[in-house]
């Protein structure tokens, strides 16, 4: 490539073969990490019998995990917009090891609770948000599908850790399982972390671009911003219901648990499908499209469950869902660094990936106490079809605002 006064320009590292290796180790990286968001579920009836609590006091190290990795997503985007990713990454992949090692040596919930909380909780979200946000300053014409694909990591975990920590729990006690994946975490994870230690591109070159354009909108950075939030507090609330209450729905109806955790695997399994297909899908048409489509899609998915609740029929219908939400969260990611600058990409990133977080957790919450008011899952449907409904709406504005934009651009 020549440059203007016909010296030869080094050729960009966006969507290089540079970007290409840091989407494999990112996609490694959130594999591994993701394990600090299923391991405490898969040992929660093990640690309620060893410290003789109930369940709901049992399920605090669940909730902790959660405010954590909530927080976390937040303050280390904030970090890497500064210092960079693979530092905090460094640091924090050191905390999940560590605090999966210091849960094993918990005498009370509240010990464990804490170490959930601060340690694995933090330690796990530099292996979403911040690392989805770190990994869009590196391609340009393939960033949709490079975000979307580093987001598959947390189904990847979704699907490999807890199938693996029953065996090794099982044989030599929930405590030996933790210090195993502590050691794990540590000893892949920090080898991994010190691969991405390259500046990002816009940092290399100092002009903050980060590839193209930011698009223009017809909002402020800060009106962007909070409706991104409630798009994504609405989504998840929505999406909760039938990723939480799957299984308990499936027991009430009949059919089992196992029928249940065999749904939620087909979600699961679907949702990475259609991670990828939206990652493709962002790339043609833009993130605010393809959320919207993402979005639509769910809304409809949801509706669905509320007439058709044979056996037959909910497999087909959570596969439908599973293809429908998966895309969803990764778009936001893809829009901030459509239409905000991408030094502020981690921190605004971070902010999003947050009111998902809490609309996950609140409508897990939501959907239980509706279904204990009215002994049946048919309200809660309806529920997060009403949640859904706001995302939409929010996602409009966006879309509408966008649009008005394009005017100043031409």
């Given at each position: 490539m020549l440059s203007a006064n016909g010296v030869h320009a080094p050729a960009s590292p966006l969507d290089g073969p540079q970007a290409w290796?840091?989407?494999?180790?990112?996609?490694?990286?959130?594999?591994?990490?993701?394990?600090?968001?299923?391991?405490?579920?898969?040992?929660?009836?093990?640690?309620?019998?060893?410290?003789?609590?109930?369940?709901?006091?049992?399920?605090?190290?669940?909730?902790?995990?959660?405010?954590?990795?909530?927080?976390?997503?937040?303050?280390?985007?904030?970090?890497?917009?500064?210092?960079?990713?693979?530092?905090?990454?460094?640091?924090?992949?050191?905390?999940?090891?560590?605090?999966?090692?210091?849960?094993?040596?918990?005498?009370?919930?509240?010990?464990?609770?804490?170490?959930?909380?601060?340690?694995?909780?933090?330690?796990?979200?530099?292996?979403?948000?911040?690392?989805?946000?770190?990994?869009?300053?590196?391609?340009?014409?393939?960033?949709?599908?490079?975000?979307?694909?580093?987001?598959?990591?947390?189904?990847?975990?979704?699907?490999?850790?807890?199938?693996?920590?029953?065996?090794?729990?099982?044989?030599?006690?929930?405590?030996?399982?933790?210090?195993?994946?502590?050691?794990?975490?540590?000893?892949?994870?920090?080898?991994?972390?010190?691969?991405?230690?390259?500046?990002?591109?816009?940092?290399?070159?100092?002009?903050?671009?980060?590839?193209?354009?930011?698009?223009?909108?017809?909002?402020?950075?800060?009106?962007?911003?909070?409706?991104?939030?409630?798009?994504?507090?609405?989504?998840?609330?929505?999406?909760?219901?039938?990723?939480?209450?799957?299984?308990?729905?499936?027991?009430?109806?009949?059919?089992?648990?196992a029928r249940g955790a065999d749904m939620l695997s087909i979600m699961m399994a679907a949702g990475i499908v259609s991670r990828i297909a939206s990652g493709f899908l962002a790339d043609r048409i833009g993130g605010i499209r393809t959320l919207l489509t993402g979005s639509l899609l769910q809304g409809m998915a949801l509706l669905l469950y509320i007439p058709f609740d044979g056996l037959a029929s909910l497999y087909v219908v959570s596969l439908i869902f599973g293809l429908s939400q998966g895309g969803i969260v990764p778009c936001y990611a893809v829009i901030v660094r459509e239409y905000m600058p991408a030094a502020e990409a981690g921190q605004r990133v971070g902010i999003v990936i947050m009111a998902t977080i809490l609309g996950m957790a609140i409508g897990g919450w939501m959907s239980g106490w509706i279904y204990d008011l009215t002994g049946s899952y048919s309200a809660a449907f309806l529920n997060g079809i009403a949640w859904n409904l706001l995302n939409v709406t929010a996602m409009v504005l966006v879309f509408w605002s966008a649009r008005r934009a394009l005017p100043a651009r031409s």
């Open positions: 290796m840091r989407l494999v180790v990112s996609l490694a990286l959130g594999t591994i990490g993701g394990v600090g968001m299923w391991a405490v579920i898969v040992v929660l009836p093990a640690v309620q019998a060893e410290f003789g609590v109930d369940r709901a006091d049992a399920s605090l190290p669940y909730t902790a995990t959660m405010v954590g990795f909530a927080l976390g997503n937040v303050v280390i985007g904030r970090a890497i917009d500064r210092i960079g990713y693979w530092l905090p990454a460094l640091v924090t992949s050191i905390m999940l090891g560590l605090g999966f090692i210091a849960a094993s040596l918990a005498i009370s919930i509240l010990q464990f609770s804490l170490a959930q909380g601060i340690l694995i909780g933090v330690g796990t979200a530099s292996t979403f948000g911040p690392l989805i946000a770190d990994l869009s300053h590196w391609f340009d014409k393939r960033r949709g599908l490079a975000v979307s694909a580093a987001a598959t990591g947390s189904y990847l975990a979704g699907a490999l850790w807890p199938a693996l920590i029953p065996g090794i729990a099982g044989a030599h006690g929930w405590r030996t399982a933790y210090v195993v994946i502590g050691v794990v975490c540590i000893v892949a994870m920090v080898p991994l972390t010190l691969m991405l230690r390259a500046k990002p591109p816009h940092a290399q070159s100092g002009d903050g671009s980060g590839g193209r354009a930011v698009l223009p909108i017809a909002l402020s950075p800060a009106g962007l911003q909070a409706l991104l939030v409630v798009a994504g507090l609405g989504c998840c609330v929505a999406m909760s219901m039938p990723q939480v209450h799957i299984v308990a729905y499936c027991m009430d109806l009949g059919y089992g648990v």
